[in-house]
């Protein structure tokens, strides 16, 4: 059956987190966004009252909430601040290779440090030379006896100055392109160093580091899933976190919207509110149609992973129209705001530069429209499994 009816629970968990953006998130976005300011005290309360770690089933002390649960969190804070939500969020895509391929003690150890106490974890994946191309990373993992030695520099990671683990995706067979990447739970230590804190555009809350790993030993059963089977895992993750990315868009898109509807109604030109005028009407029917849409989307490409079902096509659907609507939207409302809305006192250009990320991260805009045409073009004729 095709129904998007939420359930009860379902529609009470999308207030308690819309309560919690409104009176947490929203009250101090735009004062942390001036300095860039990290928001410890709302991970705190947010670790608190189960908005974190949503996807760790409760055997490892999580939630074990839905693909979906997770989306109604994510556009709801999101709507708050995204740069807030990125933070917030960002255990899940550093937890998602861990439940996916690693050993029983691996999880228990790991996701169960991110349930015991408000904890962050990171996913290193990018490299200065290897964006986009992951194939093309230098970071090594040697192994020698019952240990691997790391060594290597990621950069642009999501809450990696906070962090007290990381998801390290190191060359094991350095000639092998993307069949010679492996996946490993590493845990910061003295020999992993946090080089540089990004000064960014949007999302000035989030932290956004450089992370390097000098001669950095870990134990052999730190290795998630296969050596050399990293990309999958890395592939299969993103599946799983872009329906999410895709909420977060939703909810900048929705955040910018409200504020130009509101502000449509109140500004008078020509002796009329500004929503008296059809070219206004018209913008406003778009933005409209379009966030409905992106949730459309998101939620289909968040069932089917509910569902045990493979997704790639769809979240990168989900994700490619959500972070393109989020970036028109928000550029939209500060039309709507006119002059105003180039003015930082007037608010909405903070989600204009915040939207931009969504076109950026785990997949640039261009990369999901790779997918989209692979997908099409290729289509994969059996069904995969929801794990490796
Ligand atoms: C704020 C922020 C947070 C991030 N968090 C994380 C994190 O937590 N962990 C992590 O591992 N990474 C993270 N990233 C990295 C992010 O995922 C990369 O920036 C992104 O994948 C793009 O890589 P790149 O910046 O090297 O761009 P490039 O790959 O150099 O791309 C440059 C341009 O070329 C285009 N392009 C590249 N290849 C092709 C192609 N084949 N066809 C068409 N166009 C192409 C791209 O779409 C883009 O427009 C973060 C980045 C930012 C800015």
């Known amino acids: 059956m095709v129904d998007f009816t939420l359930t009860d629970e379902q529609k009470a968990l999308r207030e308690m987190a819309h309560d919690f953006a409104e009176k947490e998130i929203r009250s101090v976005a735009w004062e942390l966004d001036v300095d860039g300011t990290w928001p410890q005290d709302i991970i705190n309360k947010a670790w608190e009252i189960g908005l974190m770690n949503s996807h760790i089933p409760e ?18 804070l999101a709507w708050g601040c995204s740069g807030v939500q990125t933070t917030v969020g960002a255990n899940g895509l550093a937890a998602a290779p861990v439940l996916l391929a690693g050993s029983e003690e691996t999880k228990k150890k790991y996701l169960g440090m991110l349930t015991e106490r408000p904890a962050l974890a ?22 020698k006896g019952d240990k691997y030695v790391l060594n290597g520099s990621k950069c642009f990671i999501t809450n990696g100055g906070y962090a007290d683990w990381y998801t390290v995706y190191a060359k094991t ?3 092998a392109g993307h069949r010679g990447i492996s996946a490993f739970v590493v845990p910061k230590d003295d020999t992993v160093i946090v080089d540089k804190k990004e000064d960014k555009m949007g999302q000035r809350a989030s932290n956004t580091a450089t992370i390097t790993f000098n001669d ?35 909810g900048i898109a929705r955040a910018a919207f409200e504020m130009a509807v ?17 070219a206004i009407q ?21 069932v089917l992973l509910d569902q045990g079902r493979r997704n790639t096509i769809e979240s990168s659907h989900a994700k490619r129209f959500a ?3 989020a970036m028109e939207v928000t550029t939209d409302a500060v039309q709507v705001f006119g002059g105003y809305g180039f003015i930082k006192e007037y608010k909405v250009e903070k989600f204009m530069r915040d939207a931009k990320i969504m076109q950026l991260y785990e997949g640039t805009a261009q990369i999901q429209r790779l997918v989209i045409a692979r997908e099409t073009l290729l289509p994969r004729r059996v069904e995969e499994p929801a794990a490796v």
């Open 59 to 76: 055997e490892y002390g999580g939630v074990g909430a839905s693909y979906l649960d997770g989306c109604l969190i994510e556009e709801e």
């Open 282 to 302: 018209f913008m406003i029917a778009d933005m409209s149609t379009k966030i409905h849409l992106s949730r459309l989307a998101t939620w289909n490409s968040a």
């Open 262 to 278: 509101d502000y449509s109604k109140e500004r008078v030109q020509f002796g009329v509110p500004i929503a008296m005028h059809q």
């Open 173 to 175: 067979d350095p000639d």
């Open 122 to 143: 990171s996913f290193c994946l990018t490299e200065p030379s290897a964006g986009s191309d992951v194939s093309g990373m230098r970071t090594r993992a040697v192994k």
């Open 323 to 325: 972070a393109d609507t």
């Open 216 to 250: 950095t030993e870990i134990p052999a059963e730190n290795l998630l899933g296969e050596e050399n089977k990293g990309f999958k895992v890395a592939m299969m993750t993103l599946d799983r976190t872009r329906p999410g990315v895709a909420a977060m868009a939703t």
